[in-house]
């Protein structure tokens, strides 16, 4: 087994947990723009309605910022589960190695 110092499981659940937060905080920002009015100048907070093929400018912001939620998303649990595979081929090493020395042993006795 080739061993990747920089990157073992540990560190592949590490960043699974990152790219969990990071789709917390997009899916946060989808919400707050969606359902936020446009502040305008001079302080006077109300809604000003600009539209691109008839949808409103927080809305499309919302669906934009949920797309990049839903990849934060799936890249985090691709990284959980390239951690159980690191994990999975790390162990199956280990018992490689005990095995082959076991067998070692017993063929030295006679």
């Keep these: 087994m080739r061993n990747n110092p920089r990157m073992n499981p540990q560190r592949w659940k590490g960043a699974g947990i990152v790219f969990l937060a990071i789709t917390v905080l997009l ?3 989808a919400l707050i723009s969606v359902y936020t009015p446009i502040s305008v100048a001079y302080g ?8 691109l093929f008839g949808l409103s400018s927080g809305l499309l912001r919302g669906v934009v910022l949920g797309c990049f ?4 998303f799936f890249v985090g649990l691709a990284c959980f589960m390239w ?5 999975a081929k790390q162990q199956r ?10 067998r070692a042993r017993v063929d030295k006795t006679p």
């Excluded at 006077?44 to 539209?51: D, M």
């Excluded at 939620?69 to 934060?72: D, S």
């Excluded at 951690?83 to 994990?87: C, F, I, L, Q, T």
């Design 83 to 87: 951690s159980g595979v690191a994990e």
């Design 69 to 72: 939620a839903g990849v934060a």
């Design 27 to 29: 899916a946060v920002g």
């Design 93 to 102: 090493a280990e018992i490689l190695i005990e095995l082959t020395a076991l």
């Design 44 to 51: 006077v907070s109300e809604y000003v309605p600009t539209s």
